[in-house]
C-alpha cells in the first residue's frame, strides 16, 4: 500500500461519502487511487477550490458529518482557505486536503512551493503538512479528532507528492467510529452548574433565551423545547441559530440584532432583565454591536467552549459543556423541582410581537410594485416550499429578509448561510453540497447578482450531477449592501457600487439550467412553483428592489 492508497482507506474508515475537489498535478497518484481501488465514495468534480470548500461546509452542516474537500498545491491551497476560515469560525468539521510539492524539492523553487503549514495555521483548528507516508493514518486520525470533538471546526493535512508513492503499513488503517460523526465524545458540565443557571433564570422578572448556532451543531433543539415551553420563556435567535426552535413555535421570538431582526424582536432583547446565551458568542451582529444587553443586564452562557463566557460580558452564571447535555440537565433539575407551565407568560408577548411585526411585512410582501419587493419573495417562498426544504443564502440582498420574516417550521439546520466572515458566493456552490448531503430534501439557494458573478461556473457542475436545486437571484445590479452601506453612513454617496444588469436566466440556460426572468409580480408565484416541482436544476432571476430602499430589516449596516 503506498501513501495516496492509504489516505484513500483512512478517508473510507472515517466513514466518508464525498470529497469535493478539483485536481491538479499533484494530486496525481490520490486520484489514481481514487479511481483504482474499490470504495463506496464519491469524488464531486468542481470548477473552484472555494467551491468545493463551500460544498463541504453545507454537507458537514446537514449532516453532522465531517466534510471534506481537496485541492492541488499552489494557488489550489489559497484558494481552499476561504472555506476553510469560514467552517473553523462557524464551528463546523471540514477537511481540506491540499497536495503539495514533494518533499524531496522544499526550498529549491519548484512550481507551486508554498508552505502550506504556515498558511493554514491561523486560519484552521488543526493543521499538518505530512512529511512521512508512515504518518498518514495517524494525522488523519489526528485530523478528525480535532474537527469532531470540542468546539467542532476545520483542519487541514497537506499531503506532499513524493510520500503519496512511498509504502504505508496496512495494519495502521483504523479509525475511532465515534469521530465520524459530530459532536464526539462530548462532555456533560461541571457538578452543580445548571443548578445555578436554573436559580439565575427563576429569579429573574423577563427572562430570553439568545441562541447560536451551537444548539443545532449539538443536536439540543428537543431539549431547548422542552425547556422553552415549561417556563414558558422567550427564545431568539442569531442567524446561525436559526431553527433552534421551529420559527412558528409559540416561543420563539426571531432573529434579534442588526441583521435580520426587526424593531419589534428588538424589544425583547431590551427588556429582558437576564439574557441566556446558549451555543451564541455574544457577538456584534446579534447584539447590535454591544447595544443590548447591555452591560448592566444578567447574563448566563452555556456553550462548549469556554474561550467565549465572559469575553463580551460579565457573566453570571456560565455553563460549560455539550449543549444537549446541559439542557438535559436542566430539565431534570426543573423535573426534580416539579416545575411547570407559565412562569414568564412569554408565548402570550410573542404572540402580539409577531402580530405586529408580519402586519408591517404584508404591506410590502403583497405589493404589486415593480421592481419586485424582496419581502414578495420571501412570502412566495413561504407559500411554495416543502416543510423540510433545505435554503441557502448569501450573506447578501436576501439574508436579511430571509432571517426576518421566513417562518421555518421544523428545527434544525434547514437555513445555511455563512455567517462567520461573509464572502459571496457562497450558496451556489453550498447548496450542491447541502443536496447531496441531504437529496430527499428539496435545495433553495437565494444570492444577490454580485454573488452570482462570483461562482457561476460552478452551475456546470450542477447539471452535471443532475441535481434539482432552485436558484433564485435578486438582481438589482449593484453589490446591495456596500450601496447600502454608503447610503446609511456616507449620505448616499455612492462610488463603484454599480455595475451592469446581467440576464442572470440566460447564463444559466447556457449551462442547461430551466431558467426564468421575472420583472412582474404577478408572475412570481406562478414561476416559482414551476421552478420547484422541475425535476432538474431551476433559476429564476428576480428583477428586485435595491436594498437600501424602503423597510430591509437592518438595524445597522456596518458591523
Given at each position: ?12 474508515a472515517?466513514g466518508?461519502?464525498h ?16 479511481l ?50 469560514e467552517a ?13 510539492i ?7 523553487y ?15 483548528k ?5 512529511k ?12 478528525f ?8 471546526g ?24 465515534q ?5 464526539a ?8 452548574a445548571?443548578?445555578?443557571a ?17 444548539v ?29 426552535l ?8 426571531g ?16 427588556g ?20 443590548a444587553?447591555?452591560q ?18 460579565r ?22 423541582r416539579d ?5 414568564f407568560g ?5 404572540a ?5 411585526k ?17 419581502e ?8 411554495t ?7 441557502v443564502?448569501?450573506?447578501?440582498t ?32 453550498a ?30 457542475t450542477?447539471?452535471?450531477c443532475?441535481?434539482?436545486?432552485t ?5 438589482n ?5 456596500i ?11 455612492y462610488?463603484?457600487v ?13 449551462y ?20 420547484i ?11 428586485c428592489?435595491?436594498?437600501e ?5 437592518v ?5
Amino acid at each position: 500500500m503506498n501513501g495516496a492508497e492509504a489516505m484513500v482507506r483512512m478517508l473510507e474508515a472515517q466513514g466518508v461519502r464525498h470529497i469535493f475537489g478539483l485536481c491538479g498535478d499533484t494530486t496525481l497518484p490520490f486520484y489514481d487511487a481514487m479511481l483504482r481501488l474499490d470504495h463506496d465514495m464519491r469524488h464531486v468534480l468542481v470548477r473552484d477550490e472555494r467551491c468545493a470548500t463551500y460544498m463541504a461546509d453545507a454537507y458537514s452542516r446537514v449532516t453532522g458529518r465531517p466534510g471534506v474537500c481537496e485541492g492541488p498545491s499552489g494557488g489550489g491551497a489559497t484558494y481552499i482557505l476561504p472555506g476553510l476560515i469560514e467552517a473553523s469560525e462557524s464551528s463546523y468539521a471540514v477537511l481540506g486536503i491540499t497536495t503539495d510539492i514533494s518533499v524531496a524539492s522544499y526550498g529549491k523553487y519548484p512550481l507551486t512551493e508554498v508552505d502550506q503549514e504556515a498558511l493554514m495555521r491561523p486560519l484552521t483548528k488543526w493543521n499538518t503538512v505530512i512529511k512521512r507516508a508512515d504518518h498518514i493514518p495517524r494525522m488523519v486520525r489526528s485530523a478528525f479528532r480535532a474537527m469532531t470533538t470540542g468546539r467542532s471546526g476545520a483542519a487541514h493535512l497537506g499531503l506532499p507528492y513524493d510520500i503519496q508513492y512511498d509504502p504505508v503499513d496496512p495494519a495502521d488503517i483504523w479509525a475511532d467510529p465515534q469521530l465520524c460523526s459530530y459532536p464526539a465524545y462530548p462532555q456533560a458540565p461541571a457538578p452543580g452548574a445548571a443548578e445555578a443557571a436554573v436559580e439565575a433564570i427563576l429569579s429573574a422578572k423577563n427572562p430570553l433565551i439568545v441562541c447560536g448556532g451551537g444548539v443545532v451543531i449539538a443536536g439540543a433543539m428537543d431539549e431547548l423545547d422542552r425547556l422553552a415551553t415549561r417556563l414558558d420563556i422567550p427564545v431568539a435567535t442569531s442567524i446561525s441559530g436559526q431553527g433552534s426552535l421551529a420559527e412558528v413555535h409559540p416561543n420563539c421570538v426571531g432573529v434579534v440584532g442588526s441583521n435580520g431582526g426587526t424593531d419589534e424582536t428588538w424589544e425583547q432583547m431590551q427588556g429582558a432583565d437576564l439574557v441566556v446565551f446558549m451555543g451564541a458568542r455574544a457577538g456584534s451582529t446579534t447584539t447590535s454591536r454591544w447595544e443590548a444587553p447591555t452591560q448592566a443586564t444578567r447574563i448566563v452562557h452555556f456553550d462548549n467552549d469556554p474561550m467565549v463566557i465572559g469575553a463580551n460580558y460579565r457573566t453570571e452564571v456560565g455553563v460549560v459543556g455539550d449543549l444537549r447535555l446541559a439542557l438535559a440537565q436542566v430539565n431534570a433539575v426543573l423535573d426534580r423541582r416539579d416545575q411547570g407551565n407559565d412562569t414568564f407568560g412569554g408565548a402570550a408577548a410573542i404572540a402580539d410581537l409577531k402580530a405586529r411585526k408580519f402586519a408591517e411585512f404584508a404591506r410590502y410582501a403583497q405589493s404589486d410594485k415593480a421592481p419586485i419587493r424582496p419581502e414578495r419573495v420571501i412570502q412566495a417562498l413561504m407559500d411554495t416550499l416543502p416543510p423540510d426544504a433545505t435554503i441557502v443564502s448569501d450573506p447578501g440582498t436576501s439574508c436579511p429578509y430571509f432571517s426576518a420574516y421566513y417562518q421555518l417550521p421544523q428545527a434544525g439546520r434547514h437555513f445555511i448561510t455563512n455567517r462567520a466572515h461573509g464572502a459571496l458566493g457562497y450558496s451556489l456552490s453550498a447548496s450542491l453540497g447541502a443536496w447531496f448531503g441531504r437529496p430527499t430534501s428539496k435545495v433553495v439557494a437565494l444570492m444577490g447578482d454580485g454573488s452570482f458573478g462570483f461562482t457561476c461556473g460552478e452551475l456546470e457542475t450542477v447539471t452535471r450531477c443532475k441535481a434539482p436545486i432552485t436558484f433564485i437571484v435578486f438582481s438589482n445590479a449593484n453589490f446591495g449592501w456596500i450601496r447600502a452601506s454608503q447610503h446609511a453612513d456616507k449620505d448616499g454617496r455612492y462610488y463603484n457600487v454599480d455595475f451592469n444588469r446581467t440576464d442572470h436566466a440566460a447564463i444559466a440556460a447556457a449551462y442547461g439550467v430551466k431558467s426564468w426572468r421575472v420583472e412582474n409580480p404577478g408572475d412570481l408565484e406562478k414561476v416559482l412553483r414551476e421552478a420547484i416541482d422541475h425535476d432538474g436544476p431551476t433559476l429564476i432571476d428576480v428583477v428586485c428592489q435595491n436594498l437600501e430602499e424602503t423597510n430591509a430589516p437592518v438595524r445597522r449596516w456596518m458591523g
